[in-house]
């Protein structure tokens, strides 16, 4: 089956620096999208991966190793705005998104 | 990026009944996609919408269960029908984003709660 795991919740502190990680498990790949849900809104798009290594943008950069199946999403100088869910998702060899459960990352001051 | 609405935006409804969930962008699209998320949950896809064609249904989703229509490029509907407490969550539907089909927008999403 595919299978895609993130952690649930992560908890972080203003200014600090968070990694959320997630690994997956599908039948071929064809590109890893990361994406931020506000409670009680839609998903957005924040990056996208299909070759190995970082791609930065602004304060958030998302890395992909598909020899690990391992991709991770580095926020930092986090700021109270960034308490969200994180939302990775895969396309598979059939070019469907096949979606984690997303990790709630909970900022404190 | 294109503007995507739903209405309505949350309903509370009773078991037994059905709602139909509306979705308009503000731009023609030839594919929406009709997903849904409950509680804790991953985005599940329901079923794509191409205008001029029936849906196609993912495993797990039936027309009967789920009707969908796209009557044209701009506009889509989804009814829940014969609604079971299991159904409540969120119905999002989405599009191709014009510069890279995989990457998706998102409606606002339509909070349902049947009890």
């Known amino acids: 089956g595919q299978n895609i795991d993130q952690p649930t919740e992560m908890t972080a502190t203003e200014g600090a620096i968070v990694q959320i990680n997630c690994t997956y498990q599908t039948s071929g790949f064809n590109g890893l999208f990361w994406y931020q849900q506000h409670a009680g809104e839609a998903p957005t798009f924040l990056s996208y991966n299909v070759l190995d290594g970082l791609e930065e943008k602004g304060r958030f950069s998302s890395f992909l190793s598909r020899s690990k199946g391992y991709s991770y999403l580095l926020l930092k100088e986090l700021q109270m705005k960034d308490s969200a869910s994180y939302l990775c998702a895969v396309i598979d060899s059939n070019y469907q998104l096949i979606w984690g459960a997303g990790t709630k990352l909970i900022i404190k001051p | 990026s294109a503007v995507i609405s739903q209405k309505p935006s949350r309903d509370i409804c009773q078991r037994g009944t059905s709602l139909t969930i509306q979705c308009q962008v503000d731009?023609?699209?030839?594919?929406m996609f009709w997903y849904r998320q409950q509680p804790g949950q991953s985005l599940t896809l329901i079923a794509t919408?191409?205008?001029?064609?029936?849906?196609?249904?993912e495993s797990g989703f039936v027309i009967d269960k789920f009707p969908i229509s796209r009557p044209n490029l701009t506009f889509s509907t989804l009814t829940v029908s014969n609604m079971s407490p299991e159904d409540s969550s969120i119905y999002l539907c989405s599009i191709p984003a014009e510069n890279f089909g995989y990457e998706q927008y998102f409606g606002p999403g339509t909070r349902l709660t049947v009890t």
């Open positions: 919408a191409n205008q001029g064609s029936e849906a196609t249904y």
């Open positions: 731009s023609q699209v030839t594919m």
